[in-house]
């Protein structure tokens, strides 16, 4: 059976994005694929965030030693996962400079009919958690991709009293950090990456230039 081949993306400043990303990464790989861990860019200086907190420096060096994210990571997979903390309702920039970066894909339709699922963090319960989720699949789908969530067959799912949703994984974290990301968020993260990793070995990707057809358009 052919093996899939997962790319996790994550930008995370304290630490539960990446927590989310790391259980969504072992739950591939316990699916048998060959999985990717990446981080985007870091963006300096860190105006945004409490550089002094204790879990801001603990988490930097973990992510600071996972590899950055490049557009081949994105060829090489069947499957791509990418989320970042929830920014005023929004993805995070670093991210989101990162997907501009790939738009040369875009254009050569290179990842037409693979695999996409999304995750994010939080501080509070309503103010943004489901519209980032939702805002991080728009790209994968002007890319061509397929989209993957998590059934409600995953008890996890009916069980949460925080994060994790039908659209993607997620960590519901309050707004000094203190919930930080339980073991239901992170089941449930588990399930999207192994589900990625099920979907990802049916599907064959299905490259074809985005500038070809606009060309055949004229
Ligand atoms: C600039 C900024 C904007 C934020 N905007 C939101 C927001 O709109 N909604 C929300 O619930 N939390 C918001 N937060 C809180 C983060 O999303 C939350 O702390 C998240 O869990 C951090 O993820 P991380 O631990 O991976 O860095 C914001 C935090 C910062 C620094």
């Given at each position: 059976m052919k093996i899939a081949k997962v790319t996790v993306i994550v930008d995370s400043r304290y630490g539960s994005t990446l927590a989310l990303a790391k259980a969504i990464a072992d739950g591939a790989q316990a699916e048998g694929a060959h999985v990717r861990l990446r981080r985007v860019a870091i963006q300096e200086?860190?105006?945004?965030?409490?550089?002094?907190?204790a879990d801001f420096i603990a988490a930097q060096q973990e992510y600071r030693e996972l590899p950055k994210a490049c557009a081949d990571d994105l060829v090489w997979a069947d499957g791509i996962i990418w989320g970042s903390p929830t920014r005023y309702g929004l993805m995070s920039t670093p991210l989101r400079s990162f997907i501009d970066e790939i738009a040369p894909l875009w254009r050569e339709g290179a990842l037409i009919g693979k695999v996409g699922a999304v995750f994010t963090s939080t501080?509070?319960?309503?103010?943004g958690n489901e519209m980032t989720l939702l805002s991080l699949m728009l790209p994968f789908l002007q890319h061509g991709m397929i989209l993957c969530g998590v059934p409600h067959s995953e008890p996890a799912l009916i069980q949460t009293r925080k994060g994790g949703s039908p659209y993607g994984a997620s960590a519901v974290t309050g707004f000094d950090g203190?919930?930080?990301?339980?073991e239901i968020e992170l089941t449930i993260a588990s399930t999207l990456g192994a589900r990625v990793a099920r979907l990802a070995r049916q599907v064959e990707a299905e490259p074809a230039s985005v500038e070809l057809a606009a060309a055949l358009a004229q």
């Open positions: 200086p860190e105006f945004s965030v409490d550089t002094k907190r501080g509070g319960m309503h103010s203190s919930l930080g990301v339980d």
